[in-house]
């Protein structure tokens, strides 16, 4: 389906303005991912990237944080040429190793990963009032620091765009189990695009393997989901693949902000025109 020039602006300058889209560009939006969905449910995750590239006009942002499945997903878009703006979220708090990786991916695959770093000011704020660590004392202030370092970047790097593609999978977490092959994303104004939302770890290790796709080291020491570096530890055997995510909060469901709705919850949209409810 295509996007018209109308409504591709008014739902850009209405998420831009923190606005949720309109009811007709929602539907818009949630006839698009059901169409994505009919036709890529059952196909491989290239086959779902490719799709996505011919149906869907315009800018196409894909988040990466460098973890597995997003290191996966940058293969896949690479070596079949699509084009997909690829950007990433520099916290200013980032394990060295995802600097490393960062520069090798570039190298691998020959393309310019755009970065999108906290407004200076805001951090300043964030550091002023809280401390330099002060996302340790409550869910709150972790969540502001989220806030700053994470969500309000990722805003202005999906700015304008039609889609973004992202490396979740459903079996990441509990909470991440209703995950869709394509949501509305109706906040932004854009369709939210998972390509790997049925892949497992093993799998997505196996694929990484047998293509030589870089890989962070901190991995094999038990790092399996990577953050921020004083908000990730290594998981311990039997933990559950996010377990080490601000492992010091009992929350069950631990979030950083990036795929939540204004209601605080996971964004769990539906590709059918329910998506509104």
């Not at 149906?55 to 070596?79: C, M, W």
């Not at 002023?128 to 709150?140: E, K, L, P, Q």
């Not at 509305?184 to 854009?190: C, I, K, P, W």
Request: proline share 4%.
């Amino acid at each position: 389906m295509k996007r018209s020039a109308e409504g591709d602006e008014g739902s850009a300058i209405r998420a831009a303005a923190g606005l949720p889209v309109q009811a007709s560009a929602l539907d818009r939006l949630s006839r698009q991912a059901e169409d994505l969905v009919a036709a890529f449910e059952t196909a491989d995750a290239a086959a779902r990237l490719a799709g996505l590239c011919e149906r869907v006009e315009g800018r196409l942002v894909f988040t990466t944080s460098f973890g597995l499945e997003d290191q996966v997903v940058i293969h896949l878009i690479a070596t079949q040429g699509l084009s997909v703006e690829i950007v990433t979220l520099d916290t200013g708090r980032l394990f060295a190793e995802v600097h490393a990786l960062w520069a090798q991916t570039e190298a691998r695959y020959g393309l310019a990963i755009k970065p999108f770093y906290p407004r200076h000011d805001a951090v300043e704020g964030f550091v002023r009032d809280h401390g330099i660590n002060g996302f340790y004392a409550s869910i709150a202030a972790r969540k502001a620091c989220c806030g700053v370092r994470k969500v309000e970047p990722l805003g202005r790097a999906l700015e304008g765009a039609s889609a973004w593609i992202t490396g979740l999978r459903a079996d990441q977490s509990a909470a991440r189990g209703a995950v869709a092959l394509a949501e509305a994303d109706a906040e932004r104004g854009l369709v939210k695009f998972n390509p790997l939302l049925d892949w497992s770890r093993e799998q997505a290790l196996a694929f990484a393997r047998a293509n030589a796709v870089p890989l962070n080291p901190l991995h094999e020491q038990g790092f399996l989901s990577i953050g921020c570096q004083p908000c990730t530890r290594a998981i311990q055997p039997g933990e559950p693949e996010r377990a080490g995510r601000w492992w010091w909060e009992e929350e069950a469901a631990k979030e950083c902000g990036l795929h939540l709705g204004p209601d605080g919850r996971l964004v769990r949209g539906k590709p059918a025109l329910e998506v509104s409810a």
